[in-house]
């Protein structure tokens, strides 16, 4: 069984921090990885992809890619109250191609 | 560039009915994927549809399925809905099934 795992949180982080989110997968074969941000109510919105081990950046968003530990993380900077959202982990496998989501990780950042 | 669109945005059935989702991807995406969100059970995926092709199932029960037409929209019909069915159910695009998928606003299917 292909698995994405999350921390399922709630991840709380006061205004200005920085949010560290993680992600694992059980998929040696994975490609291509992504993070969505799905607002209460709403869809998932893709925010950040990342193919190749090592960061990168995009704003206030880094994605971390370690495919030897399996292992892709995303850290938002200088957290936002509007930063507050689930965060959804998705893999891509080379073979059948199919998108894995994890479970998510509820991020509250206060004020 | 427009975004992927479905329809109705919002449904109200009763146990035993049948329903149809349409959803219409981004323009030139030809890959359009299904998926079913529960409280409960997080994002499952349905299927996946490449060039009117199905390419890919999950774990469902045959009453779920789809079709996809030569212009790349993609419906999704459940037959017999039983209360479980009820959920936010979701169709993303991506080019050719591979990289990034963009997901439309989602269909909310309420079954009593």
């Known amino acids: 069984q292909k698995e994405v795992e999350q921390n399922s949180g709630p991840l709380s982080v006061p205004e200005g921090a920085i949010a560290s989110l993680n992600c694992t997968y059980s998929d040696r074969g994975s490609q291509s990885f992504f993070w969505y941000r799905q607002y209460s109510g709403k869809s998932p919105e893709l925010i950040m992809s990342i193919y190749s081990n090592g960061d990168k950046e995009d704003g206030r968003f880094t994605a971390q890619l370690n495919k030897a530990s399996q292992y892709v993380s995303l850290l938002i900077r200088d957290s936002q109250p509007s930063d507050s959202a689930t965060y959804l982990c998705?893999?891509?496998?080379?073979?059948?191609?199919?998108?894995?989501f994890g479970a998510g990780t509820r991020l509250t950042v206060k004020p | 560039k427009a975004g992927v669109t479905q329809t109705p945005r919002y449904l109200i059935k009763t146990r035993g009915q049948q329903v149809t989702l349409s959803c219409s991807p981004i323009s030139g995406h030809r890959s359009v994927s299904w998926y079913q969100q529960t409280p409960g059970q997080g994002l499952q995926f349905l299927f996946e549809y490449f060039s009117e092709t199905q390419r890919n199932k999950g774990n469902f029960p045959g009453r779920f399925s789809g079709r996809q037409f030569s212009n790349s929209r993609s419906e999704m019909n459940v037959s017999t809905l039983e209360l479980g069915d009820s959920a936010l159910y979701l169709c993303a695009s991506s080019w050719a099934g591979e990289g990034e998928q963009f997901f439309g606003p989602g269909t909310r299917l309420t079954v009593l």
């Open positions: 998705a893999v891509r496998d080379r073979m059948d191609n199919d998108m894995r």
